[in-house]
Structure formats: structure tokens, C-alpha cells
């Protein structure tokens, strides 16, 4: 990278790693190995499934979480906690609903010690930069989301920080309300209306990132790395239908994509106890095998199109994509999802004919389903409390993921009627009538 | 109708741990140290003759000003009990292993067995004043309100959305600004609601604590309970009367002036984005907010307020937290050193204590009585349960009689009930009733309505759709009952209960003793043992009544209610 322009980096990130501590076992990776600079004037995202360490990450640069390993330096200086200059925009606005918009805004510079009057213009300023004025003494109960996230961008914007992190900041918004957000924040930026010197934003929406940013990171799961690192070459305001655009989606879904299938192919024969799963729900499955199996698809499809057509996020799709290839129903090739012969089948069977499917489907690609049912078959009872295998997944996994997987297991054995599963009880067990 | 709020469990677990051992015996040991004060300055004390009570119904307005006082300061020492010892519960976590257990013990303690000594106690410390017995009436309040208020704002902090947390910290609020702006009213919903609930149950307390009777000298503080209490020594019917006509017009004007518009001014911190349909506010809360004057006025007060929580104190400059920081060992080790000392120490203190005064045979009597007790606590409230159930449901689902009849359900749940003791203790002496029998309703006489205005809410805020799908599917009878309602207001149901039986334990001790001039009426039970060796200054006995029974009430919370608010909340909460 160039030394002058490394020289000048606002925030650099160094061989940063996030472990999650876990007493009886190795530390199980959230962040492996992240390097980051940045430069003022340019917008950097963050780009990757839930599960990346993205976020993780951002918190880290915001001061907010001490990582495991490696540093972070602001203007040189190492970060031990939350920085003068820099300030955060939240996926859930994480506004406070007792305070109304301007105390909401002044709170930053509140806590800064800003005298009541300077405080009072300053927010003034903010809320009106932002398109919220006259919302002034509201409580943002009352207002709507696209509102919300503009007090959000105001409380940020008002300290006046030199950089603003943004954490899935329109994610929670509606489609045209996210986009035009995008757009004002966008044209402010071009204008230099924006009293900061960089931004660095967390998202799963590829589109959004190719939309805003200079320079995208992608973000590989399990632990988070960065995959690899693209420059947006295109001029401000950018347009989405352009070809050049479109390529880049294309490219980016294949990046990951294929960086979903890469632990696959390295050990394809021996799935572990240990996988990861997700709780996809198995009618999503089925509506998502059906469509492609339809026409236009006929059998393939191209991701970006798929998701835009279905009106879903990457992050929604790519879950259904892998839980599909798990399963050997269909693959998630260079950014196409293709159905396969297993998954045409399952499409044209009966409801029964389907569970038996998705028994089998289960039995052999999923052990973690295969052993609970070995382990109900065994005992006399045919009962089995969760734990066991709650801490069996514990072992390589978080908490939350663990119980992630878990739950996939439990519906998709419900739906095969491979097992049963009381919640009360948290016992698994076999139906005595079978 | 959201003005239920879930009463505030220190934690969901049943079965005692460590941690409650050590709480059980350090209050114990403070309670006997308490009572040995206690007697050994018990003597050398004169009853202030100075406040002599008039039954003359001229002196009333004065005496309910002077109980209404006592209520608002001890509500000023549990709202500055509660901002202090529930945030260091929930900020240190060595402080809170230990501080959150005696918390849910004393919660369980029932105080008006212990008024004898607090009274000699603060007695002791203010010799020949009024004030010490002004200060142990106080402390009775205190006690009644303190614990559930710590706890809910215990919740609160532990409970704190993380993205606030998160927004507070990447603002970098101090640790004073994040208390006020941030923590403080996350928690303002569940404080106000418990404080509210806390002072309902205090007018019982007040009323109770103001006239006490210690051996041969009998303190009588000017309030309306000694009014009473001198009604009933002197047989004046009538005087009771305008004691009752007295309290409800105090208990009106709490309820108007100030329970009302503060549960309806605490909704703004309701945690929540989404707008919900408001009820109209209370003409208090609209007076203030309209009329020019008041609102001048509370805005200053709010202004001075905000500035005053705005300011930049705090110990350290906030730092990034390390993701899974393992707790000092060395610390632990020293805190739970300091720990085993001071239980050792109180271990010994209880031993010296029990081997020189009680037998084996008197802890077999007072856990017999005790059984006594407790089949009269499950009796009521069954009883209860089947009496009030249906009509709250039924009042419920009609919201036009729900709103006129909500009010009055809460209204006569802050009623002090013991003052209507004295009407049923002239039915029982007139027809020779079984005071075995017949006094067992006053136990639960205040504290019923908790169980009925809960059904209330509960069946107001039962979904219109799973009404409408019952309708359609055309489920009726007892059917109806069994699937559909009673799963739906169950949550609520238990929230009432749990505080109804709660309450009853308390009023065991007023209630299983009544007297009328000179005829005096015993119950058999715990409550009646308790208030008899405090009458005859059996420390002893006091103390092992007071014990015995926390240990009924937490085995009854921790072997019944527990299990059963976990179960609702787990599975019958809607959403």
C-alpha cells in the first residue's frame, strides 16, 4: 500500500483478532487477523453475512469492545475506549425514547460539556442539515423510521466527529425509505455538507455498498477475515442500472459465494458434528426449490436477480442457498443457485414423500439430526434432554450459535418427523405411536 | 391496559443457594442484635404522655395530615434506599451476590412483628422524644416499600437495552449523565408502578405502627391509626366511623392527586417506539400541563432537574470493556473471606442467642402455628380466586364497566383494611362467633382487590382476535374457561395473587388478635403468637415467630409462585 497515503490514515486497524473465551476449550475465533486503514475522504463498508465478526469489528474501531489481540490507533493514538472523534450510527437507532429529537441530538455534546446555548444551535443545525426540522420536540415514538435513523444521523453528525460509523444503519427501514435515506446522506457527502472526514459503514445489502462506498472490505464467516478488497471505481451519484454496476454485484455475489463453498471443498466427505446452522424455515425451503424449479428459472438461478425478484436480502438468501446444498438439493455456484436432481424430485413429490425426503437428506448430511436420532433409537425411553447436545456444540461454537444450530436441527427433525422436541422440557424424544 | 406491571422477582430460581444461607443469617443476627438493644434499654424509658389522642372528629384533619407526612417520608428514605443500595447491587457484582439475596429475604420478613423493637430502638436513640417513636412509625413504612422498589429498579439496570448502553457509552456519557439520562428512566415505568404499589401497601403499615403497645407502655403517635385505636379501647362506634370517612378521602386525594397523573406522566419512559393508544390523561396530569402557572412551574423544576442530572461527574473516564473479563481471583477470594467472618460471626450470635432462651418444643409450636396460618393464607385465597376470577374477567371484557370498576379495585386496594377490623370484631363479640373461624377473612380483607384488578387488567388486554376465533369456533361453557381465558390472564392472575398472599402473611399478626374494649379475640396461628409474646416482651418468642414465619412465606414464594410465574411468563405470555 502507498506509504504516503498510509502515513496520513485516520484509523488504523492491526492484526486485530476477537476470540470468544470459552474456559474448558480452545478459544473459538470471532476475528481472525483483520487489518484496516483508513484515509480521510473516502467511505469504506464492511461487507459480509451475519456471522463475519462485521459488526464486532466496528465496535472494536468505535472503542466500545477491547479486542483479544492486535490494536487499533486513532490519529496514532492507541484506542482503550470510546473516541473524541468518532462518532456511531446503530442498526436500531438506539434512540431514547423518554428524550425528545433535539434533547436526543444534544445529548453527544452534552455529555462533552457544551454550554446550554451553543448546544442548542449547534443541534439546531443538525437537525436541520439532516431534513428534520420542525420534528424538533418530538419523541420519536412519534415518528417514523426513516425519521428515526435521521435523529440517529444527527446525534452522530452534531459532535461533529472526523469519523461516523454506521452499523447497518438502514437495514431496519423499509426499501424506498433506506434508499432515499442513501441518496440524501450520499449527495450531503458529495457536497461537503458533511462536517466529517470519512465514514465507515457495517452492511449485508451488497448493493447498498456498491451504491455508497469507495472501497468495499468482503467478509468471510467462521472466523471473520477479510476475503478481499475491492475499489469502487465509480463517480457519486451512482447509478444502479448501469452495466459496469451490475457486474460488480455479480462479482461481489460470487465472491461470496464461493468463499461459502471453499471449507466444503477442502473436507467434502467428512460434514462434522460441529457444523453451523442455520434455522431456515424448511416452507421457505420448499417455496424457494419451487420457484426455481418454475420458469423463468427453470433450475438456475442468478443470486442478485433471485433476491431483488424475491424481494430478499443476501442475508436471508445465502442462508437458504447453503441450508439447500447441505441438504444436497441444490448449489450455490459463482453467484448462481442451481437446483439439483434431489431438489427437482423433492418438488414434484407429495407432502409425505417430501418429509421421507427430507428424513433421508437429513440422516446423511446433517450427523448432529443423524446422532439425535441414534442416541433416541438407543434408550429405552426414547428421550433425550437437549443439553447434552447443547454442550456437545458449545465446545466449538458460541452460545448463540449454538443454539442457532439447535434450533435449525429441532424444525427441520420436526418437519422429517425424524424426532420430537418438548420445549418445556427441553427433552428430544420419539413418538411412541411410530 | 398496561398499568400492570409484573412484580419484581430478584431472580427466577427455587431452590436456596449459598448466597440465601448467608442472607437468612446475617438478617437474623441483625434482628436479634436489634431486639437485645432493644430490652436493655427498654426500662429506663417514660411514654411520652405529651401526645395525648382526642376522639373528637375536629382533631382529624390534623391527624390525617400528620399520617399522610409519615407516609411521604418514609417514601422519600426508600426512593434514596433504592437509588443507592440497587445500583450497587447491580453494578458490582460481588456486592450483588450478596446484597440481592437479603434483598428477597427481607422482602419476605414481616415487619409489623418486629415493630415492638424498632420502636425502643429508635427509642433508644432519641430518649424522651417523640421523634424516636415518630422515626420507628417511619421505619415501618420504610420497610413495607423499600424492598419491591429496589428490586424493580435492580431489574431495570440489569435489563438495560444494549444498544442504549452502547449509544451512551460511543457518546461517552459520564457515569452521573448515564445514571440520569439513560438508567434512571429505562427504569421510571416499573419504579413508579412499584412505588405506587408500595404506597398502597403503607397506608396499612401507618395505620398499624402508630399505635403500639410494648409490654406495659403504649406509644400513640397523632395519626389516624391511634384514632382508631383509641376508638376501639374506648368503644366509640362512631369514631370509627369518621376514621373511615377520614382515610378515604386522604386515600381519594393520593389516588387523584398524585398516584394517577404519575402513572400516567411514567408512560413517556415506556420502553417502547411504537405509539400505543393512550388512555386520556388524569385531570391532575392535565392541569399541570395546561394551566400556565403550574406548567411554569414544572417546567422549572424539570429544567433544574435536567441540568442537574447533566452534569459531568464521574470517578473514571468511560473505558472499552473486554469481552469476557474472568473476575479477579484474588478479590473473590477476599470478599468471600470477609463474607464467612461476618456469617460465622452472626452464626454465633443466633446459637448464644436460641441456646439461652428457646427449647426445641417452642420451634415445634411456632412451626405448627404456622401450618395453621398457612392453610388460612391458601384457603383465602382460593376463596378469592373463585369469588373474584369470574367477575374480574367478566368486568374485563366489558371495557365500559372495566374502566368504572379498574379505579375502584386499586382504590380499595391502598385502603387501609385494618381499619374496618374493628366492624367485624363487633359482628363476631355480638353473635358469638368462632374467632378461629371468623377472623381469618381480615387476613385477606386489603388484599383481595390486587387479585381482582389484575383479572381485570389482564382480561381487558386479552386479544380481540383469539375473542372473535373462540366466538367463531364456537367454544363455550367451561371449555371457554379452560382454553381460552383463563390461559390468557394467568400471568396476571399469579401478579395479583402473589402479592395478595404476600400481603396476608403481614396482616396475620394485626389480624389474629382483634379487641373491642376490654374482650379480646385470638385466633390460633403464627400471627396471633407473634403478637403475644409482643405484648407480654418475649423477645425470644418474637424473634423465633418472625423467623418461623419468613421462612413459611419464602418456602410458600419459592415452593408455589416462582414456579408458577415462570410457567406464565415462559408459556402463557402473549407476543
Known amino acids: 500500500m502507498d506509504q504516503t497515503l498510509a502515513a496520513e490514515a485516520l484509523l488504523a486497524v492491526r492484526k486485530v483478532r476477537q476470540s470468544y473465551h470459552k474456559d474448558s476449550s480452545s478459544d473459538l475465533l470471532v476475528l481472525d487477523d483483520v487489518e484496516l486503514e483508513l484515509r480521510p475522504g473516502e467511505i469504506v463498508g464492511l461487507l459480509g453475512r451475519s456471522g463475519s465478526g462485521k459488526s464486532t469489528l466496528l465496535r472494536i474501531i468505535a472503542g466500545l469492545?477491547?479486542?483479544?489481540?492486535?490494536?487499533?490507533?486513532?490519529?496514532?493514538?492507541?484506542?482503550?475506549?470510546?473516541?473524541?472523534?468518532?462518532?456511531?450510527?446503530?442498526?436500531?437507532?438506539?434512540?431514547?425514547?423518554?428524550?425528545?429529537?433535539?434533547?436526543?441530538?444534544?445529548l453527544g455534546l452534552e455529555a462533552q460539556g457544551v454550554a446550554k446555548a451553543e448546544r442548542e444551535e449547534r443541534a439546531e443545525g443538525a437537525i436541520d442539515l439532516i431534513g428534520l426540522g420542525g420534528y424538533e420536540s418530538a419523541y420519536p415514538k412519534e415518528l417514523s423510521g426513516g425519521m428515526r435513523q435521521r435523529v440517529g444521523l444527527a446525534r452522530a453528525l452534531v459532535v461533529h466527529p472526523d469519523l461516523l460509523l454506521m452499523d447497518e444503519p438502514f437495514s431496519?427501514?423499509?426499501?424506498?425509505?433506506?434508499?432515499?435515506?442513501?441518496?440524501?446522506?450520499?449527495?450531503?457527502?458529495?457536497?461537503?455538507?458533511?462536517?466529517?472526514?470519512?465514514?465507515?459503514?457495517?452492511?449485508h445489502n451488497i448493493e447498498e455498498a456498491v451504491l455508497m462506498c469507495d472501497r468495499i472490505l468482503v467478509f468471510s464467516s467462521n472466523p471473520g477475515r477479510v476475503a478481499s478488497e475491492l475499489r469502487v471505481p465509480f463517480p457519486h451519484p451512482r447509478n444502479r442500472m448501469a452495466p459496469a454496476f451490475r457486474q460488480m454485484v455479480d462479482d461481489i455475489y460470487a465472491i461470496m459465494t464461493r468463499r461459502a463453498v471453499a471449507p466444503k471443498a477442502a473436507a467434502p466427505a467428512a460434514p462434522s458434528m460441529s457444523m453451523q446452522l442455520h434455522p431456515v424455515s424448511t416452507n421457505l425451503l420448499a417455496g424457494l426449490m419451487e420457484t426455481l424449479a418454475a420458469p423463468p428459472y427453470n433450475g438456475r438461478a442468478d443470486l442478485p436477480a433471485l433476491a431483488a425478484s424475491l424481494q430478499l436480502e443476501l442475508d436471508d438468501l445465502l442462508p437458504m442457498g447453503d441450508a439447500l446444498q447441505l441438504l444436497g438439493f441444490g448449489a450455490l455456484e459463482e453467484g448462481d443457485l442451481r437446483l439439483a436432481d434431489k431438489g427437482r424430485a423433492f418438488v414434484e413429490a407429495g407432502t409425505d414423500d417430501r418429509k421421507a425426503m427430507f428424513?433421508?437428506?437429513?440422516?446423511?448430511?446433517?450427523?448432529?439430526?443423524?446422532?439425535?436420532?441414534?442416541?433416541?433409537?438407543?434408550?429405552?425411553?426414547?428421550?433425550?434432554?437437549?443439553?447434552?447436545?447443547?454442550?456437545?456444540?458449545?465446545?466449538?461454537?458460541?452460545?448463540?450459535?449454538a443454539d442457532e444450530t439447535l434450533r435449525a436441527v429441532i424444525s427441520w427433525g420436526r418437519y422429517a418427523e425424524l424426532y420430537q422436541y418438548d420445549e418445556e422440557a427441553d427433552q428430544f424424544f420419539l413418538d411412541e405411536a411410530e | 391496559m398496561s398499568e400492570t406491571a409484573f412484580p419484581a422477582f430478584a431472580s427466577q430460581r427455587r431452590l436456596p443457594n449459598l448466597f440465601d444461607l448467608v442472607a437468612v443469617a446475617c438478617i437474623v443476627a441483625v434482628l436479634i442484635y436489634v431486639a437485645t438493644v432493644a430490652r436493655g434499654t427498654f426500662a429506663p424509658l417514660d411514654a411520652p404522655e405529651a401526645t395525648a389522642i382526642s376522639l373528637d372528629p375536629v382533631n382529624l384533619p390534623g391527624y390525617a395530615v400528620r399520617t399522610t407526612l409519615r407516609m411521604f417520608a418514609a417514601l422519600v428514605a426508600s426512593l434514596l434506599f433504592t437509588l443507592t443500595y440497587a445500583t450497587w447491587a447491580a453494578k458490582s457484582r460481588r456486592a450483588g451476590l450478596i446484597l440481592i439475596p437479603i434483598l428477597d429475604i427481607l422482602q419476605s420478613v414481616p415487619i409489623l412483628g418486629f415493630l415492638t423493637f424498632t420502636v425502643v430502638f429508635f427509642?433508644?436513640?432519641?430518649?424522651?422524644?417523640?421523634?424516636?417513636?415518630?422515626?420507628?412509625?417511619?421505619?415501618?413504612?420504610?420497610?413495607?416499600?423499600?424492598?419491591?422498589?429496589?428490586?424493580?429498579?435492580?431489574?431495570?439496570?440489569?435489563?438495560?437495552?444494549?444498544?442504549?448502553?452502547?449509544?451512551?457509552?460511543?457518546?461517552?456519557?459520564?457515569?452521573?449523565?448515564?445514571?440520569?439520562?439513560?438508567?434512571?428512566?429505562?427504569?421510571?415505568?416499573?419504579?413508579?408502578?412499584?412505588?405506587?404499589?408500595?404506597?398502597?401497601g403503607g397506608w396499612f403499615f401507618v395505620v398499624a405502627s402508630e399505635a403500639i403497645t410494648v409490654g406495659d407502655t403504649t406509644f400513640k403517635l397523632p395519626g389516624i391509626g391511634s384514632y382508631v385505636a383509641l376508638a376501639l379501647e374506648q368503644r366509640d362506634v362512631a369514631a370509627v366511623f369518621y376514621a373511615i370517612a377520614a382515610m378515604l378521602i386522604v386515600i381519594l386525594l393520593y389516588d387523584q392527586l398524585l398516584f394517577r397523573p404519575l402513572v400516567a406522566w411514567s408512560s413517556k419512559f415506556?420502553?417502547?417506539?411504537?405509539?400505543?393508544?393512550?388512555?386520556?390523561?388524569?385531570?391532575?396530569?392535565?392541569?399541570?400541563?395546561?394551566?400556565?402557572?403550574?406548567?411554569?412551574?414544572?417546567?422549572?423544576?424539570?429544567?433544574?432537574?435536567?441540568?442537574?442530572?447533566?452534569?459531568?461527574?464521574?470517578?473514571?473516564?468511560?473505558?472499552?470493556?473486554?469481552?469476557?473479563?474472568?473476575?479477579?481471583?484474588?478479590?473473590?477470594?477476599?470478599?468471600?473471606?470477609?463474607?464467612?467472618?461476618?456469617?460465622a460471626a452472626a452464626l454465633y450470635e443466633i446459637y448464644v442467642f436460641a441456646a439461652e432462651a428457646l427449647t426445641l418444643a417452642d420451634l415445634v409450636e411456632a412451626f405448627e402455628l404456622g401450618l395453621i396460618t398457612l392453610l388460612r393464607v391458601v384457603v383465602l385465597i382460593v376463596l378469592a380466586t373463585v369469588i373474584w376470577v369470574p367477575i374480574g374477567v367478566w368486568l374485563g371484557l366489558r371495557p365500559t364497566w372495566g374502566r368504572r370498576v379498574q379505579p375502584l379495585a386499586q382504590f380499595l386496594a391502598a385502603f387501609p383494611a385494618n381499619l374496618f377490623f374493628p366492624i367485624f370484631v363487633l359482628l363476631i363479640v355480638r353473635f358469638h362467633g368462632n374467632s378461629d373461624i371468623w377472623l381469618t377473612p381480615l387476613m385477606i380483607l386489603g388484599t383481595q382487590w390486587y387479585i381482582l384488578f389484575n383479572v381485570i387488567a389482564g382480561a381487558s388486554a386479552f386479544p380481540g382476535d383469539l375473542q372473535e376465533a373462540a366466538r367463531n369456533l364456537r367454544v363455550g361453557?367451561?371449555?371457554?374457561?379452560?382454553?381460552?381465558?383463563?390461559?390468557?390472564?394467568?400471568?396476571?392472575?399469579?401478579?395479583?395473587?402473589?402479592?395478595?398472599?404476600?400481603?396476608?402473611?403481614?396482616?396475620?399478626?394485626?389480624?389474629?388478635?382483634?379487641?373491642?374494649?376490654?374482650?379480646?379475640?385470638?385466633?390460633?396461628?403464627?400471627?396471633?403468637?407473634?403478637?403475644?409474646?409482643?405484648?407480654?416482651?418475649?423477645?425470644?418468642?418474637?424473634?423465633?415467630?418472625?423467623?418461623?414465619?419468613?421462612?413459611?412465606?419464602?418456602?410458600?414464594?419459592?415452593?408455589?409462585?416462582?414456579?408458577?410465574?415462570?410457567?406464565?411468563?415462559?408459556?402463557?405470555?402473549?407476543?
Open chain 1, 172 to 203: 431496519a427501514l423499509d426499501v424506498l425509505t433506506a434508499e432515499t435515506l442513501r441518496t440524501d446522506l450520499i449527495d450531503l457527502w458529495s457536497d461537503g455538507k458533511l462536517p466529517i472526514k470519512s465514514m465507515l459503514m457495517v452492511t
Open chain 2, 270 to 343: 415506556r420502553f417502547e417506539l411504537t405509539a400505543s393508544d393512550t388512555a386520556e390523561d388524569p385531570w391532575m396530569l392535565k392541569l399541570l400541563r395546561r394551566t400556565r402557572l403550574l406548567r411554569a412551574v414544572s417546567s422549572a423544576f424539570g429544567r433544574s432537574f435536567n441540568a442537574f442530572g447533566g452534569l459531568r461527574l464521574a470517578l473514571r473516564r468511560g473505558r472499552s470493556r473486554t469481552a469476557r473479563r474472568p473476575p479477579s481471583k484474588l478479590g473473590d477470594a477476599i470478599f468471600l473471606a470477609l463474607l464467612a467472618v461476618a456469617v
Open chain 1, 65 to 106: 469492545l477491547t479486542p483479544t489481540a492486535g490494536e487499533v490507533t486513532w490519529r496514532g493514538r492507541a484506542v482503550d475506549g470510546p473516541t473524541p472523534g468518532v462518532a456511531m450510527v446503530f442498526q436500531s437507532f438506539a434512540l431514547f425514547p423518554w428524550l425528545t429529537v433535539s434533547e436526543n441530538v444534544e
Open chain 2, 123 to 200: 427509642m433508644s436513640l432519641f430518649p424522651g422524644r417523640v421523634l424516636g417513636a415518630e422515626l420507628a412509625a417511619i421505619f415501618a413504612i420504610f420497610t413495607s416499600q423499600a424492598w419491591n422498589m429496589a428490586f424493580s429498579l435492580y431489574q431495570s439496570l440489569k435489563t438495560l437495552p444494549s444498544d442504549l448502553d452502547e449509544a451512551a457509552r460511543a457518546f461517552r456519557l459520564s457515569a452521573w449523565q448515564r445514571f440520569w439520562r439513560l438508567e434512571v428512566p429505562f427504569a421510571m415505568p416499573g419504579l413508579i408502578w412499584n412505588t405506587m404499589m408500595s404506597m398502597s
Open chain 1, 359 to 401: 428424513a433421508g437428506a437429513l440422516r446423511s448430511s446433517v450427523p448432529l439430526a443423524a446422532q439425535i436420532r441414534h442416541v433416541l433409537d438407543e434408550r429405552p425411553a426414547h428421550r433425550a434432554a437437549a443439553v447434552r447436545f447443547r454442550d456437545e456444540l458449545e465446545d466449538t461454537m458460541s452460545p448463540d450459535y
Open chain 2, 477 to 575: 361453557g367451561w371449555l371457554w374457561w379452560r382454553r381460552v381465558i383463563l390461559p390468557g390472564i394467568f400471568p396476571y392472575y399469579v401478579t395479583g395473587a402473589i402479592t395478595a398472599s404476600g400481603g396476608s402473611w403481614n396482616a396475620a399478626i394485626v389480624s389474629e388478635v382483634a379487641s373491642w374494649g376490654d374482650t379480646k379475640l385470638t385466633a390460633h396461628g403464627l400471627g396471633a403468637y407473634i403478637a403475644d409474646a409482643t405484648a407480654n416482651g418475649n423477645t425470644a418468642q418474637v424473634v423465633l415467630g418472625v423467623v418461623v414465619m419468613s421462612g413459611f412465606v419464602i418456602a410458600f414464594n419459592r415452593a408455589l409462585w416462582r414456579p408458577l410465574y415462570g410457567f406464565a411468563t415462559r408459556r402463557l405470555t402473549l407476543g
